[in-house]
């Protein structure tokens, strides 16, 4: 079951990354990098797009692939960075 924020995240990469695609196409665990979905000119996109959407500000260093690689581990990410969210989403 997909959480509020993945469902967020799957609808801008379907937007914006993958019009042709339906969205079950793009599963939260999907490495997003391997599978051509992001590029670094994509991924600077999607990060202002969530910092905009979560009022999160994403530093730098944070920028790793640990962290990016995956719907699942971006949302896990906001999580952790909006904490009075995090009940909600």
Same mark, same amino acid.
């Given at each position: 079951? !997909?959480? *509020?924020?993945? &469902? #967020?995240?799957?609808?801008?990469?379907? !937007? $914006?990354?993958?019009?042709?695609? $339906?969205?079950?196409?793009?599963?939260?665990?999907? $490495?997003?990098?391997?599978?051509?979905?992001?590029?670094?000119?994509?991924?600077?996109?999607?990060?202002? +797009? #969530?910092?905009? *959407? +979560? !009022?999160? &500000? #994403?530093?730098? &260093?944070?920028?790793?692939?640990? !962290?990016?690689?995956?719907?699942?581990?971006?949302?896990?990410?906001?999580?952790?960075?909006?904490?009075?969210?995090?009940?909600? #989403?």
């Amino acid at each position: 079951m !997909k959480s *509020e924020v993945e &469902e #967020i995240l799957i609808g801008f990469l379907q !937007k $914006n990354c993958l019009p042709q695609k $339906n969205e079950s196409d793009l599963r939260p665990e999907d $490495n997003l990098f391997t599978s051509g979905i992001l590029d670094s000119a994509g991924l600077l996109h999607f990060v202002g +797009f #969530i910092e905009l *959407e +979560f !009022k999160i &500000e #994403i530093p730098d &260093e944070d920028l790793i692939p640990e !962290k990016f690689t995956s719907i699942s581990s971006i949302a896990d990410y906001i999580r952790s960075r909006s904490p009075e969210r995090a009940a909600v #989403i």
